[in-house]
C-alpha cells in the first residue's frame, strides 16, 4: 500500500489549501480514509475521514465549517480542502487509510502517508 499526499504550503490566516492523497495498491474502493494533523511534541490529531463510497464523513469540531473530505474511487484520489484557515492549522497533515469503516481514531488506521507540512501565518 501507498499513500501519497501532497499540496501543503504556507498560507496567510484567511487563505485555503487542497490537500491530495493518491492511494495505489489497495483495493480502494473497499478503504475508509482520512487525514489526520499532527505538531511537534504532539499526539496525531484526527481532522477528517470518509468512508467507503463518499457519502458518510466525519470532521473534527475543530475544523468543522471549515474544512470539508471528499474522494474520487475511479481516481483512488482523496482530497481536503481547507478554507479559512488559521495558524492553529499549521501542522503536518498525514493521509491514512483502513479497510471496512471510517474511524476517527488514529490507531485503528493500517497505512499512512508521507505527510505534508501546511503552514498558516497570521
Known amino acids: 500500500v501507498q499513500l501519497q499526499a501532497s499540496g501543503g504550503g504556507s498560507v496567510q490566516a484567511g487563505g485555503s489549501l487542497r490537500l491530495s492523497c493518491a492511494a495505489s495498491?489497495?483495493?480502494?474502493?473497499?478503504?475508509?480514509m482520512a487525514w489526520f494533523r499532527q505538531t511537534p511534541g504532539k499526539e496525531r490529531e484526527f481532522v477528517a475521514a470518509?468512508?467507503?463510497?463518499?457519502?458518510?464523513?466525519e470532521v473534527a469540531n475543530s475544523v468543522k465549517g471549515r474544512f470539508t473530505i471528499s474522494r474520487d474511487n475511479a481516481r483512488k484520489m482523496t482530497y481536503l480542502q481547507m478554507d479559512n484557515l488559521q495558524p492553529e492549522d499549521t501542522a503536518v497533515y498525514y493521509c491514512?487509510?483502513?479497510?471496512?469503516?471510517?474511524?476517527?481514531?488514529?490507531?485503528?488506521?493500517?497505512?499512512w502517508g508521507q505527510g505534508t507540512q501546511v503552514t498558516v501565518s497570521s
Open positions: 491514512a487509510t483502513k479497510y471496512r469503516g471510517l474511524s476517527t481514531f488514529a490507531t485503528n488506521y493500517d497505512y
Open positions: 495498491r489497495l483495493n480502494f474502493q473497499r478503504c475508509a
Open positions: 470518509v468512508g467507503r463510497s463518499g457519502t458518510s464523513t
